[in-house]
């Protein structure tokens, strides 16, 4: 029936449409990379390969100056692109050559460069800016935080937009450079390896690389009084932590945490494969947040999670998703449990090594203390919402996913799976189908309704995920 779409003449038509690829109409890229959770975030029609971020902070007014450069691919014939970002622009240059811009939307900046740019095409673009990051609001929030000696930002799924110009989305990942120049006496920390610091005219320059791919979101800064202590791991990869001078009665459990960095990442590697990336560590501003973040080979703690002593399970944590999230990254936000799911199930692993319980053991402590008429249950792990993107049931019943998955395919099959995938997403993007088919593909074993019931449904399962009769 479908040769009766075509009308007659219509050949003709195409005939005259048909003109050479190299003259279409170059378009604008789109403003969001069609994020199911968070439409605007990244942007369409380029990559972004690098990023130099070359700074100036003052803590005592949060004055922040920079140029970034950013080193991309057009992936499309563009009239104009968009980066995300929120501070106040005072120049930009596309291929050295003025582009003129404008702000939109809520983080958009609109670029047009002088000429259109072909499809394929590498360029560089330089921004220049300034802004007070902490007093720019979005729904009354700031990624950016003021400490009693300096400044922090680390938050998820956004936080690049408060100090760096990017194609902020996890999907597009590039390496850094950072050279952040503060007054003398205050150091600053970010992701990677620190270079040589220089000091003139009273401001000391701190340059980081980090050299392997990383999301927008896991790139870090921090500015302040720090000790900084560094070492290497018993493999031979170097351990940078940083600890504010100024973390009260918390100093000797959040070293006592910390410190233990090296050990943690050298046993997680003998679980989960080859650690990926060059450098590692750790950091605590003194800040009165409450959370932590696997900021990409150094992540970020807060004081108060050490507050009733060492906290090394919160540490196993964060450097679990060196692996889950930041290797391999979320296609789409609501992937979020390929980290979380994971990162908890690490937590399950520790506990059993250090004798406080089990993975089975924890797991039937989570299935029969939840009662099925609990919240928790009617959260979909593999998919929960953008507001329930980081509640418990994505981590806590995403790990007994988990293991409901060790029990139905073995512990030899199940840290194949795991291993196999970190190896198969190396510094790429995956999503939980991407992982349900693998996990199906090694253990030769259809997973569809066992992934269904602990990932999907929205009632507690009827048996638990350590039951040899489970889905
Ligand atoms: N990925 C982080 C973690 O589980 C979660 C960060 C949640 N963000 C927040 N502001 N609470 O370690
Ligand atoms: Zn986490």
New binding site residues.
């Given amino acids: 029936m479908r040769h009766r779409l075509i009308v007659p003449g219509a050949a003709a038509v195409c005939l005259l449409l048909a003109i050479p690829a190299s003259a279409a109409e170059p378009t604008p890229g789109a403003p969001g990379v069609g994020d199911s959770y968070y439409p605007d975030s990244g942007n369409g029609g380029y990559h972004v390969s690098h990023y130099d971020l070359r700074l100036k902070y003052q803590p005592k007014t949060d004055k922040l100056e920079g140029t970034a450069t950013l080193l991309a691919t057009t992936t499309q014939d563009l009239s104009r692109f968009n980066l995300d970002f929120l501070l106040d622009v005072n120049e930009v240059l596309v291929n050295g050559k003025k582009a003129t811009f404008a702000k939109s939307g809520v983080h958009e900046l609109e670029i047009t460069p002088s000429a259109a740019l072909p499809k394929g095409k590498d360029i560089s673009v330089v921004v220049r800016y300034s802004g007070t990051p902490s007093q720019v609001k979005v729904n009354n929030f700031t990624a950016w935080y003021r400490t009693p000696d300096g400044a922090v930002v680390a ?2 799924p956004e936080a690049a937009a408060w100090w760096f110009p990017s194609n902020d989305h996890p999907t597009d990942k590039a390496t850094f450079d950072i050279s952040v120049s503060v007054p003398d006496g205050y150091q600053t920390v970010s992701n990677g390896i620190l270079g040589s610091q220089t000091s003139k005219l009273g401001w000391t320059r701190y340059n980081w690389r980090s050299a392997k791919p990383q999301a927008t979101y896991l790139t870090t800064l921090a500015v302040g009084k720090f000790d900084i202590t560094q070492d290497t791991t018993a493999n031979g990869l170097p351990v940078l932590n940083a600890y504010s001078k100024d973390l009260g009665d918390n100093a000797p459990a959040v070293r006592a945490s910390v410190e233990r960095t090296g050990e943690i990442i050298d046993w997680e590697s003998s679980l989960f494969g080859p650690y990926p990336f060059t450098a590692v560590g750790g950091y605590v501003p003194n800040v009165k ?1 409450g ?4 900021t990409q080979t150094r992540p970020y703690y807060s004081p108060s999670s050490f507050a009733n002593g060492a906290n090394t399970s919160l540490i196993v ?2 450097l679990a ?1 060196q692996w889950f ?1 930041d290797s391999v990254s979320v296609k789409d936000w609501k992937n979020i449990w390929i ?2 799911g994971f ?1 908890t199930y690490a937590q399950w692993l520790w506990s059993e090594k250090e004798g406080e319980g089990t993975t089975q053991e924890l797991a039937d402590y989570i299935y029969n203390g939840v009662p099925a008429d609990n919240v928790f249950w009617t959260v979909k792990p593999g998919d929960p919402g953008a507001d329930k993107q ?1 509640d418990r049931a994505v ?1 806590d019943r995403g790990a007994l996913a988990l293991q409901a998955l060790r029990t139905k395919v073995g512990d030899k099959t199940f840290f194949e799976i795991l291993q196999g995938w970190t190896a198969a997403n190396k510094y790429g993007n995956a999503s939980v189908q991407d992982f349900t088919t693998f996990a199906e593909k090694v253990s030769g074993k259809p997973l569809a309704q066992l992934f269904d019931t602990w990932l999907f449904a929205t009632s507690k399962p009827a048996v638990s995920p350590n039951a040899t009769d489970t889905a």
């Fill in positions: 938050q998820e947040t959370y932590a973040l696997e944590h964060e998703h999230g980290n979380e990162a980081f981590y």
